[in-house]
């Protein structure tokens, strides 16, 4: 984890920050051009998803129908390739009419914040009611993983910047375990493989969490970000949660 500052908060509230390294996101093309997208990384998932034949092989179907899929939800590419964006939002897309469907996340009276680190999803829930999302996240990458457990939002800083990347921005911070915070993250959302621990957002996600959420809040994480080895100690605290 790496260092941070806002203006105006005293050295004694310095914490630690998620590295930043945008990325431009590929231009939409326009209405009826050819679809000519290469095969994606997550094409059988795609296809699974949109009724296509499952074989991975890109095809000009395929194609269109990734690349309505795209504009249909706003994903930052549009043009039928199947990348991690496309798959996430997939994911997203599947787990919006009952996220908790597993019941991982605790059900409580008051406003709960979910992170899903094995899906990578979070949204915001009272009691069975869905308040926000679900909506993709990345969550710190390995030997960085971001904290399983129960926490609380102690510090919110909606102009964050970080001392140790060139003040790279981390608009919306919400603090929520030591240096790890909810924030937004310009650029593309997945560049580096994972954060530094922090739960990144887009910046319209992260701009509406700020909205919902206030100090005291509570934040409970769970799983393992693919591609991240399980270190976590911490058991599965779902049904003892206050």
């Given at each position: 984890?790496n260092?941070?500052?806002s203006?105006g908060?005293?050295a ?23 679809c000519t997208?290469?095969?994606?990384p ?12 499952v074989?991975?092989?890109q ?5 269109q129908?990734?690349?309505a ?10 043009d ?13 897309v ?10 991982r996340?605790?059900?409580r009276?008051?406003r ?7 899906r ?7 009691g069975?009611?869905v308040?926000f999302?679900?909506v993709?996240i990345r969550?710190g990458r ?5 904290r399983?457990g129960?926490h609380e ?8 910047v970080?001392t140790l990347?060139?003040d790279?921005?981390m ?13 937004g ?10 954060s ?8 319209d ?5 700020w909205?919902l ?9 769970w ?5 991240t ?8 605290r779902?049904?003892?949660a206050?």
């Amino acid at each position: 984890m790496n260092p941070v500052r806002s203006a105006g908060v005293p050295a004694a509230l310095a914490v630690l920050v998620c590295a930043f390294a945008p990325a431009p996101a590929a231009a939409a093309p326009a209405g009826d051009t050819p679809c000519t997208a290469a095969t994606g990384p997550y094409q059988r998932q795609m296809e699974s998803h949109l009724g296509l034949t499952v074989d991975g092989r890109q095809s000009e179907a395929d194609c269109q129908a990734v690349r309505a899929f795209q504009t249909e939800h706003g994903t930052p590419r549009r043009d039928g390739y199947a990348d991690l964006a496309t798959y996430r939002t997939m994911v997203a897309v599947e787990a919006a009419p009952d996220p908790n469907a597993e019941g991982r996340c605790p059900v409580r009276t008051y406003r709960v914040t979910c992170v899903d680190m094995d899906r990578q999803l979070l949204w915001v829930q009272t009691g069975d009611a869905v308040d926000f999302g679900p909506v993709p996240i990345r969550t710190g990458r390995d030997a960085q993983e971001t904290r399983p457990g129960m926490h609380e939002i102690y510090w919110r800083s909606r102009d964050h910047v970080s001392t140790l990347y060139d003040d790279a921005p981390m608009p919306y911070a919400q603090f929520f375990d030591g240096g790890q915070a909810l924030h937004g993250r310009p650029g593309d959302l997945y560049d580096g493989g994972g954060s530094a621990g922090c739960v990144n957002l887009s910046l319209d996600d992260a701009s509406a969490l700020w909205d919902l959420l206030d100090v005291d809040d509570s934040v409970y994480v769970w799983g393992v970000k693919p591609g991240t080895a399980d270190r976590s100690a911490a058991p599965d605290r779902a049904a003892t949660a206050d």
